[in-house]
């Protein structure tokens, strides 16, 4: 089926250049600086050793995880109306744990060190679960999106053995968050991450950019294709993103009340650093007041149904809850636990270029394979349309 994302218009290619080339730059910077020089070339310290790629890594992770909500409601509770964008999302899902590896690969000093978590397993060690949940569930989404696909191209329905699958991938995909979120939770030393709703947080956060992210590339299909999902699965995608996004704001509340009332120097100083500074360091403040400003408006035009009916104003409300849930996790999250130091020290930690434009390019990785993807999916559509298939 790979040949069918090999024909296209001319935009369609103009599309697959521009990601290429990203690409290309980012290996070019990563082979060229980063391989020879180091991780010297970000702006990790001694102090901060977890930085803007692991911030991306946890970001990811969520949308990956994100899948199951609509493999969930369409394979369990029959709801055929997610029925033509369930394999959408799989694909999502794909492309994100397979940017959250690359990310992992390039923070590493010496990449090719990782093969010594398989080579010499520690059962007992987070890291070692969080490569299995993870490369499990990148196997589990190829097999349950080749084999429906495959299906739906000969115009029959999945084997039944496919069924168990896709039900493994559902708890699966919870896995991969809470894993996740233990890496850091599990840190005593970090009192900023020593929480127990961590995994919660995560996963309500991820339940919310997932869905949001979907709508977005459906309401894009339909714009660059003749593609139309209906409206109403992006209704159904949206009341998720809504509800989700509710309850990650509630969990941050809780977190924000906990350190704040219990006045505790260990537990406030981190919030006092990412929302007002902390010593004359306030290098996140504005950010953080961004992705608050954002949660609250994209709440607001995502409970009330008028808003959320209306198509302009959802999209804006999904680049909403995508951009607040980037800052807070893709951004603030994981730097915010380093700052201050377990010494009490403040020192700042700010992504360099190479560093940004490494990101870039796996994101162009990622975009490069949802694309090809979703050429792929479109195209078999397309082909039973035109045979007569419904």
Known sequence: MIEKALSGSKQYWAWVT????????????????????????????????????????????????????????????????????????????????????????????????????FLHPSPNSLMF???????????????????????????????????????????????????????????????????????????ASAFATGPALLILLVLILRKVTNFDAGKKPVQKLAMIATYAMAVNVFFVLMEIFTAVYSDMPEHTAHFRYLFVGLEGHDTYVAWMWMSVTLAVVSLVLLINPKTRRNESILTFACIAVVVSLWIDKGLAMVVAGFIPTVLGDVVDYVPTLPELMISLGIYALGLLLITVFYRMTLSVRRQLKTEGYK
């Open 18 to 117: 521009l990601l290429l080339a990203t690409i290309a730059v980012a290996a070019y910077i990563y082979i060229r600086w980063q391989w020879e020089i180091g991780l010297g070339v970000t702006g990790l310290s001694r102090d901060v050793t977890w930085g803007f790629y692991i911030a991306q890594f946890t970001f990811m992770v969520g949308v990956a995880a994100s899948a199951v909500m609509v493999v969930l409601p369409y394979y369990l509770h029959d709801h055929k109306e997610f029925g033509k964008i369930t394999i959408l999302g799989e694909f999502i899902a794909i492309a994100s744990v397979v940017m959250c590896m690359t990310f992992i690969f390039v923070d590493m000093g010496q990449p090719f060190r990782i093969l010594n978590v």
């Open 129 to 203: 679960w969080d490569t299995v949940v993870l490369s499990g569930y990148l196997v589990l989404n190829v097999i349950i999106s080749v084999v429906t696909l495959d299906s739906e191209r000969k115009g029959i329905a999945p084997p039944k053995w496919i069924k168990p699958v896709i039900i493994l991938s559902i708890p699966w995909a919870f896995s991969i968050h809470t894993v996740t979120a233990f890496l850091y939770s599990g840190l005593a030393a970090r009192p900023f991450w020593l929480t127990a709703i961590l995994a919660p947080r995560f996963l």
